[in-house]
């Protein structure tokens, strides 16, 4: 019987996780610098060393970005609380996707597209261990203006990358938000649908 479970185990552990995705530890979720120290050292930089982030900070990373910090609520808040952002994140093995219930990160593709995560006159992007891409699922937003979606999609990637904005501050971790890219260049390669865009996108990394 005890066999039988095990055997059942990892056949749904198999199902659930393809070879490829990374099963991130559980986050830290408390201590820190406190809030105030946080917000003071909170500023953006533009020179990263290649060192990787460990699965661990990449899981707390996350979760402060995105993360649930209730059952079905997260560490930021979202106009009429659809959740609408994915959080995508690109390293030099490929690009995954946070599936923030299961704190799996699922592997979309094997291609290092840090670099189309930027522009060419930012070079740190293309070799900064992780480039965050917020993506919105406009669908998911409805009875609003195409005007009104934008704006309110917007500032919910705002409260998620200032949450990234702190952690980093805490962490001694460098960051900075962008707006400048190529919106279509980056979501073909992303592979996202007609109801996906992409609004900002994000770099993390140790100083250099
Ligand atoms: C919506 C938005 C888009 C931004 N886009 C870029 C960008 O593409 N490239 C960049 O280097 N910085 C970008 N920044 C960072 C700002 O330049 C930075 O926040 C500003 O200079 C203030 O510096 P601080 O964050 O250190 O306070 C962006 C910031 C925001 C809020």
């Known amino acids: 019987m005890k066999r039988l479970g095990l055997i059942l185990f990892t056949i749904i552990i198999t199902t659930i996780l393809s070879a490829q995705d990374i099963q991130l530890p559980k986050p830290t979720r408390t201590g820190g610098m406190p809030l105030m120290e946080a917000l003071d050292a909170r500023k953006s930089d533009r020179a990263f060393s290649d060192k990787e982030l460990s699965d661990q900070t990449l899981s707390d990373l996350l979760w402060a970005a995105w993360g649930f910090n209730r059952e079905d609520k997260r560490t930021a808040p979202s106009s009429r609380n ?17 599936d923030a219930k299961n704190n799996v990160l699922k592997q979309i ?16 992007v293309k070799n900064a261990p992780v480039n965050l891409i917020y993506v919105s699922n406009k669908n998911k937003i409805t ?32 960051t900075v938000v962008r707006a400048m890219f190529d919106k279509e260049k980056l979501a073909k390669k992303m592979n996202l649908g007609k109801d996906q865009i992409v609004t900002l996108t994000q770099t993390v990394g140790y100083p250099k």
């Open 143 to 174: 009875g609003k203006s195409e005007e009104d979606l934008i704006a309110a999609t917007y500032a919910n990637t705002g409260f998620i990358s200032q949450n990234v904005y702190l952690f980093c501050a805490s962490e001694g971790l460098n």
């Open 82 to 98: 659809r959740q609408e952002i994915d959080v995508y994140v690109s390293l030099q093995k490929g690009l995954y996707l946070y």
């Open 109 to 124: 593709s094997k291609e290092d597209i840090r670099s189309t995560t930027g522009v060419i006159q930012q070079l740190f």
